[in-house]
Each structure stands twice: as C-alpha cells, then as structure tokens.
T-cell receptor
Framework: SQQGEEDPQALSIQEGENATMNCSYK?????LQWYRQNSGRGLVHLIL?????REKHSGRLRVTLDTSKKSSSLLITASRAADTASYFCATDATGTASKLTFGTGTRLQVTL | GAVVSQHPSWVICKSGTSVKIECRSLDFQATTMFWYRQFPKQSLMLMAT?????????EQGVEKDKFLINHASLTLSTLTVTSAHPEDSSFYIC???????????????????FGPGTRLTVL
C-alpha cells in the first residue's frame, strides 16, 4: 500500500496546549496537504505545502516538510475544544495525475 | 467559491438494491472528480477517478461493475452502488478539481475540493 502513516493515531490534550501530528509517506511528491474531518463529516482543507517548501504557517497552524525524510508535521498552537477532530495528511505524488493518497489519520481530542 | 455538494447526505437501503449518489460542483466546472470511501475510524481510500465524457479509471481492487460511475456533465458525477450488501456500508466522499488552464493558485496546485460525504447503510 502507498498509504502514508500518521502518528500518533490518537492524541488527547488540554485546551491551550500545542498539538503535533506527524505524517510519513513513501513516494516523491508534488505537494502535501493537511485536512481536518469532524466526526461523520466531510473534509476541510487546512493547508498545502509544496515539495520545494520547508515550512508554512496559517493562523495557529504550522506545517513542516522534509522531503529527504519523506515526512511532514502539523502543529496546532494554543488548541481549542473546537479543534477536536481527525486530521489527515494527503500526498499528491508525482506521476499520479494528481490523485491524493491519504494518511491513516490522527484523532485529536482537546478537553477543557 | 469551489463548493462541492453531495446528495443524499445519508441513505439506508435493503440488501440487493442499488443506490445512486450524486456529486455536484456548484460554482465551477470539473472535468475530473474523484470518489473515495471511508470505513469508520479509518482513512479515505480512493475508489476511482471520474472524467467528464469518458470512462472512469478505477483503483486496483475496486469492482467497476459494482460501483458504476457516470460523469455526464462538467458539474455532475454519479456513483451507483449496484446490488448493495452490508459490507458496502461506508461513508462515500467525492472531490472535484478545477479544469486545466484555470488561473489561480488552487488550479496550479491541483487542489481538490471535497463534498460533505454520503453515509450509506445497507441492511
């Protein structure tokens, strides 16, 4: 399977703490994207990082990409209860006609 | 902009019946749409790529006669689960991509826009 791996599988933190999720993948990529999914809902696109970028910020989100290690991380700072969701990385691999391959996901629980 | 809808949002059917799920791009034309399925607490798995005016391309292990895909217009793709069985119960999600030549960042990065999903339960 070409599916990426994410860790941790589950993460429970208190409001105000930072949450870090990691994603590893197997192939060369054009870009890597992070999505959020609330339980039973569709996907919300969070951030896209290109293969020639190393770090990107969007609000409380910080994404890093290390193509030599084929890994990425998503940091959510000052977490809120509303951040409770599953988070998936997805890779747009080179030569795949822009098909996305999703990671296994991290279930984040933010408690008050 | 770039909104994708799905209909129905949920459906319950009896084993052996067929179910059609629609995926629409509301404010843009999508020459390419993608269909995914997601089992509880698992990730999304790509089932097929739907191309307007041509046959869909199925991923390995996905039965094309079981999951019929029709992309008859630039704003609509349908997935029909034929002779559904309980093991077909899943969350089905579609996505759409802006057509080639569209200006803007989303198109240049081949960004996909996802529908809200359809929960299928087969009894």
């Amino acid at each position: 399977s070409q599916q990426g791996e994410e860790d941790p599988q589950a993460l429970s933190i208190q409001e105000g703490e930072n949450a870090t999720m990691n994603c590893s993948y197997k192939t060369s990529i054009n870009n890597l994207q992070w999505y959020r999914q609330n339980s039973g809902r569709g996907l919300v696109h969070l951030i896209l990082i290109r293969s020639n970028e190393r770090e990107k910020h969007s609000g409380r989100l910080r994404v890093t990409l290390d193509t030599s290690k084929k890994s990425s991380s998503l940091l959510i700072t000052a977490s809120r209860a509303a951040d409770t969701a599953s988070y998936f990385c997805a890779t747009d691999a080179t030569g795949t006609a822009s098909k996305l391959t999703f990671g296994t996901g991290t279930r984040l629980q933010v408690t008050l | 902009g770039a909104v994708v809808s799905q209909h129905p949002s949920w459906v319950i059917c009896k084993s052996g019946t067929s179910v059609k799920i629609e995926c629409r791009s509301l404010d843009f034309q999508a020459t390419t749409m993608f269909w995914y399925r997601q089992f509880p607490k698992q990730s999304l798995m790509l089932m097929a790529t739907s191309n307007e005016g041509s046959k869909a391309t199925y991923e390995q292990g996905v039965e094309k006669d079981k999951f019929l895909i029709n992309h008859a217009s630039l704003t609509l793709s349908t997935l029909t689960v034929t002779s559904a069985h309980p093991e077909d119960s899943s969350f089905y999600i579609c996505s759409a991509r802006l057509p080639p030549g569209t200006s803007g960042r989303a198109a240049s990065y081949n960004e996909q826009f996802f529908g809200p999903g359809t929960r299928l339960t087969v009894l």
